[in-house]
Structure formats: structure tokens, C-alpha cells
């Protein structure tokens, strides 16, 4: 995978990227957002694969998180709020040679975006998807998400919210075809960089759920954990996401968690009383839709053309 | 022809009747099988050389109960010594398997004094009291309005050859069509031959003998013998429907992609599609809804490859936010929009021109966007080429709109002579060169090229935001305005390649008629007929409404009035209490107001099928008689 | 006014100078208050008696990095001795914290030569060598475009009351322009307690320190002293921006439930009502999305309840699809569409007005429905109330147009006096009449009552699908006609009951503009002013733009010219290249073409930001020219 | 709850309502559809509930299923496609009284409807969710469906469709506060009056899935199932559905769940070598959307005009 493109030999002269070659310009999220951190990751994921820059596309929706493709300086899609996974299918649909990170927001993906994340993981198309979950919605100023936990004063609940939230990681284990998932927090960054490697190695669609700390409007919903490292539960495993021990010596709360076991993996998923960071769950032999939908890209227009007249053949009198 | 009306058997010889052209319907339950009896028959008449064109006859539910008004299944066959553009007034003979269904046709205005009707007559001795009395009531009230009823015992006479009529009778039928028709039994047989290919010679043999059967019966029990002349030509034709059209349209073009959600009437392209795109390394991808399914397409082309949508009303609402952000971002795309009764759910297996506005306006913001319409089912197939090469040069959406009458509808035309410059290119992926940026907007024709994913340093970030060329977020009131000018700019330019319409009749005269859609074959005909007539009367059909074909205005002046004919609702042109200013008109009467300021009159109406040639005519000619060119009791005979 | 080149400190004393109105402006980086002290400003201003209108200078970023141009973040406040209808021409005094979000209000064209910036100096000494660079470089800059720039030290100020001058500086910067315009300071006193009521007495007092610092800051060191005379009136005023008008009406038409999803600039509203609105018994739906916020609505109304549901451009088009229901199946509900920049995601926090054919036209098939248009903030109240009583009586969707510039601008008017009859009355459960369908349309008004789940006898099914009166499905021909021209009847029908629209100026003349939307006090400030200069031009306002207002032909016809002035996209008049007919022409000017027939001018931009009614001026002066009516060289004058 | 509406005493002269209170004219299904059934088992439980017609509200999208409404005599709502839950929830927001059988589809819920079904769960308001699914697009004649089976030859796949199917149950138990799960067959009567009586008496969204025969397009998917009852895994417990044992006799297959174990609803639900049939998931103690929607209804509009007076208070100079 590193450095190891199919298509390298095409090159005259190999080229060597630096993190400049992923850096699109000074990031506008505000001062200690969460997005920062993890845009930082996948440049140095970017560079550490020696991906080129235009064989990249990062996709979004709309949102705060969703300027994540402006940030980076390769191609890019910016589009519609909640949108972001069937404009991310489509060009990989017919494009399988392009590698694809998708940013969304629990708001663009949970809420509005909703039937598109159920289909897209039953689609598992080979696509890095984080979702940055800061349990708000950032970009319109504070109104309740799908993800904000009940009691959140928002601008649309200003007496507090009243469900309880979704859990998206659970969720997603729990569609067919699923075949990665994971969760990470964007204040590690060690653990939130290795998360998201295993994430692009991996074959397939990789879900990696990001708490993603929005001071903004959220200030208070992971300070405890934040503070308190044994709040977290540290999933390992030879299988899993192998972070630098460095990085998550804090995590004292830790369990062996093996990543085939998807009926382990949505009993840690729905735990309330620690949030696990980690692999969930990982099946490398999922079919992917791109094994169908790129069929037939090397049918030549001379091929086309025969084709079409056979077809015209069956209608003609 | 002499009326059978008691007689179950007409005993009458004669020699055939020369006739131009003849409309004959199949109408049956569903599962019953006309519909490929009628096919069958409409492929004899086009082998044979004669103009034909058929139309579809479908029930509402997918099982409707048998014997009801409407369950009614059925084709119509509408074949001529010239070529035949649309289903044509009502039918001269029908054969029905029961009563029940014909009063779905009557309600549809399909019969008129003197058709023939030749009813399956074992309803009369049912076991069941009420069917028999069903029967009974209907066969009277059927004379009763003028229609001549022949009662024949068809169930009956399929015993001989079968031990289930019900599967075998459609051919039964066929051949007593082939025989009144003088069809070459030869080619019916060939027909039926490569129906049941699949199912052995056991049942090919049954059929042949129903088919011969049903000529025997005909030539013993029918008086009636008719002879449409048929002109053939050397030229290859096909037959095919309208969505059958569309989906070779999309090969043709060399299409990657289609993206889809199943809706009525549209999804019967992707049916045909989906068993032969793949040899042309095409895909189908049906998502998960049409706002998916839209998105899905942007991102192929975004990523180099050529994709299109097709759907119907509904689908086209549910995607108007994404043909915006098409709009604003410069992604070619081809969205073909089928179109059936609205709003909402409305009509959905029906045909109507309701959706002109929903594909100019629908967008928030200014969202300009090519919009064609397809007036034949040829035009079917060649505009989705030429919408795929538009929205590749002018980076721009094109809405296709086509509609339930071309999709079901069959007809022959010229087999298109492939070419292979109507095939999209591979993309490039060559270097982006160097300095020219995303949007590097011609600031005349605000064209501009785009850069694939793949282009080394052809990097940029696609947004939905106003942008600037370099595709950067800009928030600045000249940024917005240069943005919005580029995007209309490229419709002028596309506007000034377009040639005026062609006129249909005379230069100038009283009245000319303007059409979009599916109605070509219909106002052509009508206006042929008055004409013929003697009266000073043109018709003009559109394909481009965004951007306007040119020259209107300067053609519209020629007339002393021009009113649109449209397949979409309308107040009456007075209003109703008179208020003239306040009456909602036909959707392209509005439009063209707007663009020509012409006080364009019109006439639509929304009753869910194709207009008949004999209406339009008699429109004209009630808006003769209005202007004074004809009397009034003139055009109230003719409207008749 | 004399100019304070090269001095920071200005030493001239005099009497104020009476003015009939000014502008001003404090521009900050965000989260500098600056909003907070332009509020209390206009507060006390209208308090006073003056004529007041506030803009807010909203960034597009959360947090925008500091002393960016993008960045800008503040207030306007327009004030005067008559009512202020709009945010004025350039400004006469700006207050700024930084000099580069000075830049942002450049491009945004907001300053004159000769307007005055009072200017934080802090940064000509920052530690930084290139924060100073910039700082001089901007200076000279503004010198050189001809704004009197003082350099006042206001940080160093401030240290003087508090610690951190950042937070306080707002406070201080409310005292000068307090002593600058001559505002009573008690009153500003009391806005400065109210505002940190909740923050306790120390951080008052500490406010008001700063407050009265200011205002002895500017005395010693500024000349500038204005006097704009109010005039109290004895009518009890309300101050609200447009979308807190919206949530009022929403409360005061007795609506059960907002059904909505976020969405700039429409939010806000909400936001607003999320406070208060459970007082009235209503509830706010937060959906998943706009699709099923617009269908949680359409359950609610068909169960009975009035909702309604707020949105904006891209919502809007999500929307589409269930308008189309809420037409065909005659479900009352009201849709307010605070429209803001398009296409596709646009300018989100912009003004435009590019909505309004999608309002018309966006769902397939016929569609018909209410739209109409506030002009004012006021209206934005009353509007809600009368769309409510519509949506009811008329059985129909109504679409409510609103804009950002209304949304986010505060103006004081008429507090309104409350009427138990604009609430909506509690649902009728008495049993439904026997023998009435659930669709018995009056054959002259399309009008019909409706059963309410729950009403004994009453249940129908109600359908998207083609129906009869009973709301059975039909497909036939007849019962799809009288199913649309029933629904169209409805609109002919409230169309007789609207008056014309009244004509500002008098009945005839030279040059008639028509607008529609926030742009009311602009053009009628416009047109004012070239009246007053003795010319010939009158203008109308639009508010029922489906049905349209009556007589329109008829005015139109009295005058030598109409032309639209709109915040929307158009091609010039001209068409690029000299094609007038596929010119593109500004929204409403199309659809007056359409409906008048009349050879309806326009002018219109899409600059993301409210018109100036200097700029209006120069179109009509530009038109007048055009005309003959006045020379080019004084138009060109006036345009200047 | 049977014959027992509270507002009962309101009524002069008490009604008593028969089947034919509830039965809105010929059903239009093919002849041998599974739709007939479940239909027939609403207007029982109708009957034996004694719910009166006009506080009876069936609800439902687009599709051969979504029919449904037309074939009651109470109200109903036929709306769009995919569109069901929203107004439904929309209707109950405001007049929690009424009772609401929601009809969809397996296109029309899964699929198009996808966003809402998540979020329709979440909000967990009283009301019946029957998704009739017969693994296809039956109203558009025979398009492949998210639950159709992986290889299933319909009119958008005539080589077979390529994707594993949507587990509708396993994926409604992952979506928080998911509060009533069950499965049914329509071919058993006897079950799906039980499962629907069990379902109508829940306080909140019970969520039912009901495997449906569809003879026209898909008349081979549960053959098997039908004539081998041992394929299916009849659930049984004291908390479970109650079905007369003469309907469910022929299940030799069959186990005690206990439906308040939701790690162990997800793992029978996620089974594949049996169907299971009977109560998943029932949790009587969530959060109604209602409850909180529906507050304000006693609000007079004297009450209105003095709270609006208030405001106005508020923004008066
Ligand atoms: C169709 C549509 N609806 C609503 C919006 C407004 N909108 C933009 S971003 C957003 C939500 C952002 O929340 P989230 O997805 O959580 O992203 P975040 O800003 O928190 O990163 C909304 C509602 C929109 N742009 N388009
Ligand atoms: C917006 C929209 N898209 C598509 C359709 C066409 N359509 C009607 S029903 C249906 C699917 C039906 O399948 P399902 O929901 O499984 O119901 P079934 O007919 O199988 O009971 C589709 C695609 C539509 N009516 N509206
Ligand atoms: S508002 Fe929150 S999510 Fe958005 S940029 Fe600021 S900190 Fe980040
Ligand atoms: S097509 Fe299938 S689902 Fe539809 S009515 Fe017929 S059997 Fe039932
Ligand atoms: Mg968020
Ligand atoms: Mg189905």
C-alpha cells in the first residue's frame, strides 16, 4: 500500500510528497476545534502513503467539518448538506483507482444524511468516512443533533433536549455488509492518526466515528472525559488499531476486544458507561460495490459501437 | 358495413376494402395476452411496410380483478399506407375479451359510432346469474351507443386447439386480425415463432394452429375485409418504444453510468438497460432513493465519466436540490425526466406535459440549465446524444424531457447509423496546465474547461458556495455577480448556435400552432387536416425550451394568432369569472409570453392520455371561428 | 467636517450640526460586542423617537481569524428624524477595532469619501512587525480612497475602567457615539443594565464606567457633535429584526406547531420561538430533515392543527416534492422561505431574492398554491397571520417569502394590537354531515370543507393520486380534469377578493417600478428622491405574487415605461450579444411579461447584500436617460 | 384498553363497531397476497380493540402495500413514497388520541424512506409500524429492494442483484431508544394477529416485520419457509407474543427469549440459518416523542393573547 501504487511504474520520475502537497491553505475552523487535529492526521497519512495528490479526492456535506476538503490541496467536493456519501459512491463507482476520505458531520450524516449512511455502509465501498461528532450542529450556531446527548441546551432546545442520543457506531454494526468500524477521539492525536491508517488500509467502507471537541458550543460534553482518562475503554487486539503505546499509556481502562466478533463489538458499541476508542469490528472480505459498478472500463469504442448495432439488430424489421 | 346486432355470425362475402389506414384495439384482464397478440400484429404491419404505431393499454393495479372497468389491458394499433406519428382518433375495430374492460375505453373516448366491437361471447351462458346479466346489460347499452357488437363464441372456438383458451386466445385473435387485416400469415407466424422460442416446439406448434384457427374463424364467421396499402422502403427501420429509445440513446452516447430509482413510466428504460448496458461497460446503479441517485451521477462526472438520471415527477422534485448545486458547480449531467400526471403522486402511469416549469424553475436562485423535450420516439434516441455532448461542452445540466405517450408508445423509424464521434471520450488525465484555473470562465461565453481527479495539479475543490474561478468560497458582492453572469452567459452562447424552428404549413397565415413534447405527431396531423380544408393554418413544434429556440417572436408576427396546444392543465384563456389577468395558463403558453410578449393563446387539457388528432382539429377550428375565419356552426360540426 | 489627516486627537469645538438622519457603523473582529453596543445604540435611538434600521455585518466563518477581511462582524445603524425603511447608501461614522475588517466593508461598498473611521490605534505599536506594516499600509490606503480616518487610542482608553479592554471596549465605544449624536445617556444607561442583568452588579457598574468613559473621550477628543431631531410619537412601537416578527406571527396566528430544520438564515426564527413558543402551547419540531419536517407538518395540518414550517432556499427545494402533495390533496399549511443567496448552497447568510420562481413553479404537474411576499419587518408579523387564515379557508399550501436583509434587520413600527380572531380556533370534532364528501367542491370556487380525524362519519382516505370528491382514486380522463380545474378555481377565487396594488406617486407618468420583497423602503426612497428632483416616477409593491394583485395591465399602461428592481439574477435587457429574446430576465419581470403582457423592464443584481437607495436612484436616473426624459450627462451625475 | 377509551363515557349511546366498521371496500392486491392477511388482522384487532373508526388514522408511502389506508373505513393518509413516518408522527404530535397504523414497505421504508425510519424509531411514538416486506418493488413491477437476497433476478438486476439484504429488524434494534421489535409471517393468521394485537397494545412506535408473500414477483423467497415451518424459530415467553398454540404448533423450532435482553434480540435477529418469529424487543419504559410534542393542547386562546401580550412586552420601547 505505501508508496506502493499499482499505477507507480507509469511515473518517469517518482515524485515525493511532502505534508505541504496535502496542505490547501490555512484551516478556518475556530481555535481549539477538534477538525484540526484530525485534518492533521490524514495529511500525515497522505504523506506517510505517498498518495498523489490528484488521485485524492476528500468529499463532504455541509458543516463545519464539511470544509475539510478546502483544507486539503487535493481534489476535492464540497456539496450539499447531508450528501456527501452518494457523491463519494459515484466517483468511486466508476473511478476505483482514486482513493476517497469522506468528512461528514453527525448532523450531515446522522440527521439529514441519514438514509445515506445506511446505504453507503451496505455499499462498503473502499472510502475512509469520519464522521466528526461534536453532538451539535456547528455551522448554523448550536442547534440540538442527533448525537446531542438529552438535557443539551442548543438554540433549538433551549430547555434542554429530550431523547436520547443516537449511538453511531452501533448503528452501523448493525447494518449489512458492514466491514469497519471504529472510534477514535480527535484530542489523541496518536490514537486518532493510527485509527484512521487502519482506516485507509483497510479494504472496504472504514466508518470511524471522531468525538470531535467543539469549544464553540459544546465545550463541556467530553471535558470529562477528557480529564479523566479511565472514562475511556482502550480496545486492543493483534487485530486492531495499533496506536504508538506512547500515545495511550493514559488509558488505564482497557479490554482485549477481537474485531471478527461483531456481536462483541455492538455489545461494547452500546456501552454507556465508557466510550471505547478502537477497532470494533473488521471484515476484510465484505463484497464492495465497486467490484461491480467499474465493470467494463476497458470496453473500447470500437466495442461500443459493435455492441450497440447487435442492439439494433434486435429491434430492426 | 352492415351491423351484426343480433347475430353472433356474420355471413357476408365481398372483396376487402381499400382504406388508408385502420386503428384497431386488443383490450382483455390483464395476464390475458393482448398485449403481445397486438404487438405482434403491429411488427407484421411494419414488416409489411406500413406505417404503424401502437399504444399500450395498462391497468392501474398490477392484478386488477378480472372483468372490471378498470382492469382494462390492452394495445391499440394504429397502421397506415403513410407513416403513422400518433395513436390517431378512435379505433374502427376492437376485439375484447369481456364486456367489462370497454367501458375503460369508453370512458377513454376511444370508440365512436360504427366501431366494430367483436366481444368474447361465452359471458352471456356464465355460470354466475350477475355476469350473465353484467353481459347482457353491457351488449345492449354498447348498441345503445352506436357501436356495432358482434357476439362470438372465441373460448369456444379456441377448444379445438386448446384446453385453456385464456393462455391461447390472444392468437387465436391474432389471426383473425391477420385475416380482416390481409396480413401475411407467413409473418405472423415468424412472430409467433420467436414469441415461444424459449418455450419449446410443443407450444410454438399450439400457437401456429390457434393463429391459423383464428384466420379460419375469421374468414368463416366475418364479413369484414380490409386492405391498407403498404409503401415499403428500402431504408433499415427499427421498432422500438420511447424508453427503449432513450436506453439505446444512452449507449449510443457512450454513457458510464446510469443512476436510478424505479418510478413510473421512466424505469422501463433502465429494464431494457439492464440487460444489455453491461456490454457496453456501462453501469446501472439503483440507489437508494432519487436524491442518491442524482448525487451518485454528479460524483462520476465530477470524476470524469458520463452519467445520467432518469425519473419522473416525483423523482425531478426530489432532486432539485442537487441539480442547484449542479448548476453552481458546472457538473455535467443528463437528468431525463419522463413525465407523468401531477402533482404528487398524480397519474403515474399517464401521460402529461406538466413538468415545463418544475425543469426551468424548480431550483432556488437563478439555476439555468439546457431543457429539451423529445417530440418523437426517434428523437428519444437522438437527444440523449445530443444532450450528453451539450452537457459535456457547456458544463452544465440537461434536463430531457420526455413522457409516458414516447415511453410506451412503438413506432418504426430510420435505424441510426452509429457513429463513434456520438461516443464520450475517454477522459484526459493528462497534466492540467499549468496556471489556468478551475473555472477559467471565456468572458464572452463563460465556458470554461474542467479539471478531472486524476489531472496532475488540476487540483481544486468543488462547492456549492458562490465561488470564485479559482473555485474559491468568496462571499463578495462582484465574486456572486461574475459567478451568476458566467453560468447565463453560456446559455447565450448556446442560444446563438441555435437555428429558428422549421415551419410546419405555410410561412404566415391565421393560426399558428405551437407544440412541445410528444404531441408533434398529433398537431401535424390535425393541422395537415385543416389544411387539406382549405384554411391558412402552420404549426411549429419546440425541442429547445432553455435556451429558446430563436426567431419566435418574428415568426409569431406572420400570424394573426398563435396559440400553443399543451398536454398540461389551464384555466380557461378568459379566466374564469372573466378575469383574464389572474387565468393560469398552459405551462409553454406562459413561457413564451414572457419571452416573445405575444399574446399567445392556448389550449390543454390533463386527461391522462394522448391527445387524438380529431380533437386538435377541432380546436383549430373553434379558434377559426372565434377569429371569424370559419362560422361558428362550421367548427361545431367539425369539433363533433 | 473638517478632516483629521494627521492627527490622531481632533481639537475643535462648536454647537452639533442638525442632520436629518446618519449611518454608522462599528466593525470589529467577532466576539468583540460590537453588535451589542450597535443594538443599544439603535435601542435608545428609537427609544428617542428617531426613525431606526440596523444591519448586521455578519462574517462567514463561527470564528473567523482575527483582523481578517473576512472576518468583519458588527452592526449598522441607520437613523433618523422620519421612519427608516432600509439600511441608507454609505456610511457617515464607522467605529473600527481593527483596520482590515475595514476591507470587508469596502468590497461591500459601505463607505464614501469623506465618512469618517474613528480607528483603534493599538496596532500601529503591536509587538508585531508586520501587524504594524499592515496597520500603516491601511491607513494610507484609506486616506488615499477618501475616508477621514482618526487614529484613536482606544484600547489604551479602556485600560483605564477595566483590565481587558477586548471585552469592554464595546461599552466605551457606545458613550462616544452616545455623545457624538447626542443620545440621552440615561437611556443608554439603562440598555448597558439590562444587558448584563444577568452578570450582577459589578460587571454593571464596570459597563457603565466605560460607557461614561466613552462619552468623555469622545468630548475631549473628537469635534464631531450631530443632532438628528426625533419625533416621539404617542403610538406604542415594538423593535424586532424580521424573523422575531415571523415567531410572533407564528404565535399570534395560533399556531399549533414549527416543524422545521436548521437552516441560515431561517433559523433564527426559531431560535426565537424555542423560548417562548411552549407559553402559547405550541410545539418545535426539529426533524431529521426538511422532507420530514415538511411532512410532520402536512400530518399535524391533516389531523387538524395549523403548522407551519420555516426554511430557506435549500430546504426549500427538499420541500418540493410535498408542496406538490399538500396542492393535490388541498392540505392547509403554511411554508415560510426566508430566502438568502442561491443557487445550491450559495451565499447562506446573503440576501437575494432568487426564490421566487421556485415558489411558483418547482413541483412537477400542476401545482397552484398562495405565495406572497413581506416587504417589511412589520409585515413579516402580519403576513404569518394572513397566510394562516389562507392556507385554512383556501385549503391550500401558501408560501411566505421572506428575506435575510428582513430576517436579520430591526426596525421599530407599530406595536401590534392583538386580536383573538387571528388565532386559529380549536378543531371542529362535531360529527361530520351526512352525504358531504370529504372533497365537495363548490363548482364556482373550487372551495371545499374538510373532515378532521376524529369528526364521526368523516373519515376519507386522503391521496396523492388523481381522486374524485370522495378523495377515491380515479384515473379517468374527466376526474383528473375536474380534480385540477377545482383546485385552480381556488385562486381565481381569492384573486377577486385582493384589491390593486396602491401606487406610490402618482397614477401616470413617465417611469412606473414595481418591486416585491425587503426592497420596499429602498425603491420607495429612490423613487422619493427623483420625484422630489422633479421627475415623473412612481412605483408599486407587490405582496400576492400567486395570485397576482389585480389591474396590474391597467396601471401599467399609464405609464411610458415599467421596469422591475429586484436582488435577483438577469442577463441585460439587452441579452448578451444583442439576443433580447433569450435575455434572462429578472424573476418578476419574466412573470409580469407573462401575465400582463406588458413590455416589462427590469434591472436587478445579485450582490449578497441589500440595495442602496442611492444606487436605485442612479438605475432610474440611467432609465430616465434612456427615455429622454433626462440627458445622459445628469444621470450620469446622479449614478456617479 | 379493549372497549375501555377513556372518552368512552363522552359518548351518549356507547357504538358497538363490527368488522365491517373498519373494511373500506375491495381490496385491490393480486389474488394471494400477503397484504390481504395482515389487512384482515388489523380490522380484527380494530374490532376487538372497539376503536372507533374516525380516531383511527392508517398511515402509509407509496408501493402495492401502501394501499393500505384505502382498504380501512377509518381515516387514512396515502401520501408519498417513503414519507409515511414523518406524517405520521406529525399526526400523532398533536393528538396523541388518536390511534395510527402505519403501512410501508420494504422499498418505501428501507430504502427511500430510510432517514425516517431511523429517526421514526428514535422519536418512539405510539403507533404501529407494519412493513409489509416481500423483498421487492412490487408497485413498479419487480425492481430489486435492500432486503431482496443477494442473486434475486428482478427487472434492475436481471443477473441477479449483487448486495446482501438489509436485516430491518437487526438494524431497528441498534437505533436508540428502539422500544417494541417483532417479526411475523403473513401466512400465519394466527401469528400476525397475535404479534399486531401485542404490537397495538405497546405504548410506543412497535416496529413489526412482516415477511410477505408477493406471488406476482417474488412467489419463491418464502416457499421454503412455508412449507418447511422448522426454518422458522418460533419465540416464546411469558413477556413474548401470545399466539393461540393451535396457530403455532406446526414451529417444532423454538426458543425462550426474553424480549427485555436486547444484546440477546440483536443476536437472534441477526441470525440467518432460521427466521425468528415472535416479540424481539419490547422496552415499555422509553421516552415518547408525544409526550413532550404534545404538550400545550389545554392552552386557551385567552391564555395565547396574554403570553403574546408578554412578548410584545419584551420588544416594546
Ligand atoms: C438542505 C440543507 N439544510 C440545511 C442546511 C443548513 N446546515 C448547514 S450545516 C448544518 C448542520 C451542521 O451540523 P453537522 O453536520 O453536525 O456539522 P458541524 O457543523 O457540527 O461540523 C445545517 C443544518 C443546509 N446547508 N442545507
Ligand atoms: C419519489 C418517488 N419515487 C419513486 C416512486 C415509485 N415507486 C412507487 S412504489 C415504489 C416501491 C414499492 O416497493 P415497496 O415499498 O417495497 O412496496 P411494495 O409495492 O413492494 O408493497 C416505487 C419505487 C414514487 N412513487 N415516488
Ligand atoms: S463551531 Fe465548533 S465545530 Fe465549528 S469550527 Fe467552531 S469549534 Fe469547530
Ligand atoms: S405485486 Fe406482489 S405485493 Fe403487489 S399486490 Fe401483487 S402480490 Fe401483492
Ligand atoms: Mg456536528
Ligand atoms: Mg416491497
Known sequence: MFGLKTDWSLEVLPRYFTLEDYEGGMARWCPGCGDHGVLAAVQRICRDAQLKPESTVSVSGIGCSSRFPHYMKTYGFHGLHGRALPVACGIKSRRPELTIWVATGDGDCCSIGAAHWVHAIRYNMDMVVMLFDNNVYGLTKNQTSPTSRPGSKTNTHPRGSFLPPLNPALTTLSISNVSFVAQTVDWNPVHVYATLKAAYEHKGLSFVRILQRCPQYTPKVFEEAQRDPSLMLLLEHEKGVQADPAGTKIYTNRTQHDPSDINAARQIASREDVIPIGLLFRDADRPRYEEFSSLGADVTIEEKVQALEKELDRFAI | ?640
Chains 1, 4 share one sequence.
Open chain 2, 1 to 640: 358495413m352492415e351491423s351484426g346486432r343480433n347475430s353472433a355470425v356474420v355471413h357476408e362475402q365481398g372483396a376487402a376494402r381499400q382504406v388508408r389506414e385502420a386503428i384497431v384495439e386488443i383490450v382483455s384482464d390483464s395476464g390475458e395476452g393482448a398485449q403481445k397478440a397486438g404487438q405482434s400484429f403491429a411488427t407484421v404491419c411494419a414488416k409489411m411496410g406500413n406505417g404503424v404505431w401502437t399504444v399500450e393499454i395498462i391497468p392501474a393495479e398490477i392484478k386488477p380483478p378480472a372483468r372490471s372497468r378498470a382492469g382494462a389491458s390492452g394495445i391499440r394499433i394504429r397502421f397506415g399506407s403513410k407513416a403513422v406519428t400518433n395513436m390517431g382518433d378512435q379505433a374502427d375495430v376492437v376485439v375484447a375479451f369481456n364486456e367489462q374492460v370497454l367501458y375503460g375505453r369508453i370512458m377513454a373516448d376511444a370508440f365512436r359510432e360504427g366501431t366494430v366491437i367483436l366481444l368474447e361471447n361465452r359471458w352471456a351462458k356464465d355460470a354466475d346469474e350477475q355476469i350473465r346479466d353484467m353481459y347482457a346489460t353491457a351488449v345492449e347499452d354498447f348498441r345503445a351507443r352506436g357501436l356495432i357488437v358482434h357476439e362470438l363464441p372465441l373460448h369456444e372456438a379456441c377448444l379445438k386447439y386448446t384446453t385453456d383458451p385464456r393462455l391461447g386466445k390472444n392468437m387465436f385473435v391474432l389471426g383473425m386480425l391477420c385475416h380482416i387485416y390481409q396480413l401475411n400469415l407467413d409473418l405472423a407466424a415468424n412472430e409467433v415463432r420467436a414469441a415461444f422460442k424459449k418455450k419449446g416446439d410443443k407450444v410454438i406448434e399450439q400457437n401456429l394452429a390457434l393463429l391459423r384457427g383464428g384466420g379460419e374463424f375469421a374468414a368463416e364467421n366475418l364479413t369484414y375485409r380490409f386492405n391498407v396499402p403498404a409503401m415499403p422502403t428500402r431504408q433499415d427501420l427499427v421498432v422500438t418504444n420511447g424508453n427503449q429509445a432513450v436506453g439505446l440513446g444512452v449507449m449510443a452516447s457512450g454513457m458510464d453510468l446510469v443512476s436510478m430509482y424505479p418510478i413510473t413510466p421512466a424505469t422501463s428504460a433502465t429494464h431494457y438497460l439492464a440487460g444489455v448496458f453491461q456490454n457496453l461497460g456501462g453501469f446501472i446503479h439503483q440507489a437508494e432513493d432519487e436524491i442518491a441517485a442524482i448525487g451518485f451521477a454528479i460524483g462520476a462526472s465530477y470524476a470524469g465519466k458520463t452519467a445520467c438520471t432518469i425519473t419522473s415527477g416525483p423523482g425531478l422534485a426530489l432532486k432539485t436540490e442537487f441539480i442547484g448545486l449542479a448548476v453552481m458547480a458546472e457538473v455535467p449531467l443528463v437528468i431525463v425526466d419522463v413525465q407523468r400526471g401531477g402533482p404528487a403522486t398524480g397519474l403515474p402511469t399517464k401521460i402529461e406535459q406538466g413538468d415545463l416549469f418544475a425543469a426551468l424553475y424548480a431550483s432556488p436562485g437563478d439555476a439555468p440549465k439546457v431543457v429539451m423535450a423529445a417530440a418523437t420516439i426517434e428523437e428519444c434516441f437522438h437527444m440523449v446524444i445530443t444532450a450528453r455532448k451539450l452537457a459535456e461542452s457547456f458544463r452544465t445540466p440537461v434536463i430531457l424531457l420526455t413522457d409516458a405517450n414516447l415511453a410506451t408508445g412503438q413506432t418504426p423509424y430510420a435505424r441510426p447509423r452509429v457513429r463513434e464521434d456520438w461516443m464520450a471520450a475517454p477522459i484526459d488525465q493528462s497534466p492540467w496546465p499549468e496556471g489556468v484555473t478551475p473555472y477559467e470562465w471565456d468572458p464572452e461565453t463563460g465556458l470554461s474547461r474542467r479539471p478531472i481527479p486524476g489531472q496532475r495539479g488540476g487540483q481544486y475543490v468543488l462547492t456549492g458556495l458562490a465561488h470564485t474561478k479559482q473555485s474559491h468560497v468568496a462571499y463578495d458582492p462582484r465574486a456572486n455577480q461574475v459567478g451568476c453572469e458566467m453560468r447565463s452567459r453560456k446559455f447565450a452562447a448556446l442560444a446563438s448556435t441555435l437555428l429558428p424552428p422549421k415551419i410546419h404549413g405555410d410561412d404566415q397565415g391565421d393560426l399558428l400552432v405551437v407544440g412541445w413534447g410528444s404531441t408533434l405527431g398529433t398537431i401535424d396531423e390535425a393541422v395537415e387536416r385543416v389544411r387539406e380544408e382549405g384554411y391558412r393554418v402552420s404549426s411549429i413544434h419546440l425541442r429547445f425550451l432553455s435556451p429558446l429556440e430563436p426567431g419566435l417572436a418574428e415568426i409569431f408576427g406572420r400570424f394573426k394568432r398563435v396559440m400553443t396546444i399543451e398536454l398540461n392543465y389551464s384555466d380557461p384563456p378568459s379566466g374564469f369569472g372573466g378575469d383574464v389577468q389572474s387565468a393560469r395558463r398552459a405551462q409553454l403558453a406562459q413561457y413564451l409570453r414572457a419571452q416573445t410578449l405575444c399574446d399567445v393563446d392556448y389550449w390543454s387539457i390533463t386527461p391522462g392520455q394522448p391527445l387524438q388528432p380529431g380533437q386538435v382539429h377541432g380546436v383549430i377550428m373553434e379558434r377559426l371561428a372565434a377569429m371569424g375565419v370559419v362560422d361558428q356552426r362550421a367548427a361545431a360540426a367539425h369539433a363533433g
